[in-house]
């Protein structure tokens, strides 16, 4: 059912240098920083030939992220994003099997315009997982 990697999201406590470091030091192609305020977050996407690195720090006070930063103060990975062809259905066949879907279970739009779900980490081996219809 899953596809491709889609990305591997880092949260990092400083997101301009994290994104120095990656262009700088490991010599990747990386955008410009974007606000998402409906996840909580500031992204960076970190373009590799096979997939992409997503840099997250947080925006605004209740983000999501926080918690963790707080926990992992360095920064670490906090997801990796399967593509799916059907979100919906993805999630029912996943729902039937007894996994949890994180929020209310309904799709929302994610960095790159398209609708993701995330799953429960202790449903999937202590990892977060996000979906993302591609
Ligand atoms: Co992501």
């Known amino acids: 059912m899953i596809g491709r990697l889609n990305h591997v999201a880092i949260a990092v406590p400083d997101l301009g240098a994290a994104a120095a470091q990656y262009r700088d030091t490991l010599g990747a192609v990386v955008g410009p920083p974007q606000d998402e305020p409906d996840h909580g977050v500031t992204v960076i996407f970190i373009t590799l030939p ?77 990892t977060l997982i996000e979906l993302e219809q591609a």
Do not use: M
């Open 50 to 126: 096979n997939t992409k690195i997503e840099l997250l720090h947080p925006l605004g006070a209740d983000s999501p992220i926080r918690g963790f930063l707080d926990k992992n103060p360095s920064g670490g990975i906090h997801h990796i994003c399967y593509e799916v062809d059907d979100i919906l259905a993805a999630r029912d066949r996943l729902a039937a099997a007894g996994a949890r879907v994180l929020g209310s279970g309904e799709p929302r739009t994610g960095a790159h315009g398209k609708p993701v779900l995330f799953l429960h980490p202790k449903d999937f081996t202590g």
